[in-house]
């Protein structure tokens, strides 16, 4: 049974006087089964719930509400009944590389596709049961994030070690023709699921297409924490670019066919590849940025829409500002700080963070750890205002990293004050012009750090592997 863990103030919850620990038995005399059942059912403007409180008492509580408004409650388990854990042992699973004295919550394997509905998390489907794809179809559950990986049944049931894999293309067939949509993605994997294995799985996967509406190709995430696992490596700028070349290819034939680009190459090849992200229109609707698909071209554009409005002139001179980023997207952001070059009183320095913690393999800014910040820092920053702290790099609704340093921690062995702003154009430009009070509040993010941490507490931003 749903069980409340936590209130929030000034909710619907707290006006009806319930309580942590509390269960939640019926609405509308309907068993809640899970997550799905919950959302549904409260999807109108006057209930009934049926609650057994703390001491065994049983309630009955008639509602207004309105239609669209929740109770204002974290649940024990964010999908009400508990979490489907991920049953393969994929050869590329990024949380199998990370650190042992992490947080527990980082070491959750999910693989539901209640939380792929609600959240975006990207799911296998290998424990999913006709029965329940029957429902994902009758209740509508659209879209879906499925990571396929590959087409190939053989190669499918090899990477993700479940004998179960290699009905994907089914499963797919059954969801597009229950009107399902679908975002899709491979991790790509030197020498399993590249090259002719990519040119498959794209060309078996767009007949689907407006169902299957996009296709990410992301590299393999690999950390230092590799130890008893698979041999994999890393893709090298060359090969970075052949995998650029050979899905560019299929964009030109799918703007021909379909008018879509349909499958997307994921920043970090451009980046290690050093060659250009493409323009807006290859990007069709930017459906996957969650997934560091066209990050980069959102940054570049905001950032030409709104540098116009960004002042030419300081509020308080001098200004000695330092930009943490991470190794990735250094380029990208010296390039940006220029603009300001010629802004009298102001000094920017950038800082890209290498990740010791993860390993030097890991160069996206959101898997960045206070730990590192803070050696790496030591004694370079004293001449500084102010640091500027992209809130990728934290966790959601928290000033927390992903190794539990919190930002104040980060200040006071620093000695130095941190801003902390959105990882966006204007978040640079007017963070280092020092006119925070411009930018828009914080962002928060679901499920960018492609690691799955579970929704019930913040999910970081990092690089999927699941």
């Known amino acids: 049974m749903p069980k409340i863990q936590r209130i929030h103030p000034g909710s619907l919850a707290e006006e009806l006087e319930l309580e942590p620990g509390d269960e939640l038995l019926k609405i509308n005399g309907q068993p809640i089964r899970d997550i799905v059942d919950l959302q549904f059912a409260l999807a109108a403007e006057e209930i009934e719930l ?72 990207f799911v296998t489907l290998t424990n999913v049961k006709d029965e329940e794809l029957e429902r994902i179809i009758r209740l509508k559950m659209s879209p879906l994030n499925i990571s396929v990986h590959t087409t190939n049944p053989e190669l499918r049931v090899r990477m993700l070690a479940n004998r179960r894999s290699g009905e994907i293309l089914r499963q797919i067939d059954m969801l597009a023709k229950g009107g399902i949509e679908m975002n899709t ?34 590299p393999v995430g690999l950390t230092k924490h590799r130890r008893g696992l698979h041999k ?56 996957q940025t969650e997934n560091g698909v066209g990050v980069i071209r ?22 000695r500002v330092g930009v943490i980023t991470g ?89 130095l004050p941190v801003t902390v702003v959105p990882a966006t154009g204007s978040g640079l430009l007017f963070g280092a012009m020092g006119y925070t009070q411009s930018l828009p509040p914080r962002r928060r993010y679901e499920a960018t750090l492609r690691v799955m941490e579970s929704p019930q507490a913040e999910t970081p931003l990092a690089v999927s592997n699941g």
Not at 254 to 282: I, K, M, N, W
Not at 330 to 342: A, D, P, T, Y
Not at 385 to 406: G, R, S
Request: with cysteine.
């Open 50 to 121: 049926e609650v057994k409180k703390r001491d065994g008492e049983i309630w009955l509580l008639d509602v207004e509400k309105g239609y669209d408004e929740g109770l204002g409650v974290d649940w024990e388990h964010p999908t009400v009944d508990r979490v489907r854990l991920c049953h393969n042992k994929c050869v590329f699973c990024f949380v199998d590389q990370i650190p042992t004295n992490m947080r527990q919550t980082l070491n959750v394997r999910d693989d539901d596709y209640r939380l792929s509905f609600l959240h975006g998390n």
């Open 185 to 218: 993605q491979v991790v790509l994997c030197p020498g399993w699921n590249d090259g002719d294995e990519l040119d498959r799985t794209i060309r078996e996967l767009a007949p689907f297409y407006p169902a299957v509406r996009t296709l990410s190709v992301v």
């Open 232 to 287: 994999l490596r890393p893709y090298t700028p060359e090969e970075a670019r052949q995998v650029i070349e050979q899905v560019t290819r299929w964009q030109e034939h799918f703007q021909e066919t379909l008018g879509v680009s349909f499958v997307h190459v994921a920043d970090e090849f451009y980046v290690l590849a050093d060659v250009p992200v493409p323009p807006a229109r290859f990007y069709d609707e930017f459906a």
């Open 298 to 319: 959102t940054f570049l554009d905001e950032l030409e829409e709104v540098w116009p409005r960004v002042p030419r002139t300081l509020q308080r001179e001098p200004r």
């Open 327 to 415: 190794v990735s997207a250094q380029k990208v952001i010296r390039e940006s700080l220029e603009r300001l070059s010629g802004v009298p009183g102001l000094v920017t320095r950038v800082f890209p963070i290498v990740n010791d913690f993860y390993g030097h393999h890991v160069t996206v800014t959101g898997l960045i750890t206070g730990t590192d910040i803070v050696r790496q820092l030591q004694g370079q920053v004293n001449d500084l205002d102010t640091l500027l702290l992209p809130d990728i790099m934290l966790k959601d609704d928290a000033d927390v990293f992903l190794d539990d340093y919190t930002v104040q921690r980060v200040e006071e062995e620093l000695s």
